[in-house]
């Protein structure tokens, strides 16, 4: 066997600017650069060259990051979800339930729920969706940006998923690390011009 190790650029050019508060879809194919930029804004990877400037007033915004799975804690209830993040929520429509017999649509919902009860000022939503029914989708994605608008925090969704375009502010197509395309849903698309 013969295993080689190479740098790798995976993300490269890429500039954007998102207003606070808005929701921007983050899409590209497998490889294109979508988890790592998700990384760079969490803070769990370090970019090698160029800026990341994550908040307009100077001050560290708080980040919360949803991910495909193992966002709950199967053998925990909503309410000792929400003690163990020092939080409160509203009373929910699945009560005192383990998360573990939640459907995986629910169970996403609820991760929703408790990452918006922090009053985060950035939400990164890598891929939420990938193990949901169509309709368990739509209603993901709608619930999350319908909620971050309304707490005023900046989404960026990145998924492989077009349906996540119809709660977007702006959709961002990344290839091969750089942005390739850029549009507001029902404009038209701008293609990212660069050196490379």
């Known amino acids: 066997m013969l295993f080689r190790s190479e740098n790798v650029v995976a993300l490269a050019g890429i500039d954007l600017e998102l207003p606070t508060g808005s929701v921007t879809v983050v899409r590209g ?29 100077g001050r560290t915004p708080r980040i919360v990051t949803l991910r495909q799975f193992g966002n709950v804690v199967p053998e925990l209830t909503v309410t000792e979800h929400a003690a163990l993040l020092g939080t409160s929520l509203p009373p929910h429509e699945w009560g005192d339930q383990r998360a573990g017999v939640l459907e995986p649509g629910n169970q996403q919902r609820l991760a929703v729920s408790l990452a918006l009860a922090s009053s985060p000022d950035v939400v990164l939503a890598d891929e939420p969706t990938a193990n949901l029914s169509h309709l368990e989708a739509v209603v993901v994605y709608r619930e999350l940006a319908d909620r971050c608008r309304a707490a005023g ?29 850029r549009w507001i849903p029902g404009g038209p698309e701008e293609q990212a011009v660069d050196r490379g």
């Open 153 to 181: 925090a900046t989404l960026i969704l990145v998924t492989h998923d077009a349906r996540a375009e119809a709660v977007a502010d702006l959709v961002v197509r990344l290839r091969d690390g750089r942005v390739a395309e």
């Open 29 to 57: 194919p497998n490889g294109s650069g979508k988890t790592t930029l998700v990384r760079i804004l969490a803070g769990e990877l370090t970019a090698t060259a160029g800026a990341v400037r994550l908040g307009a007033d």
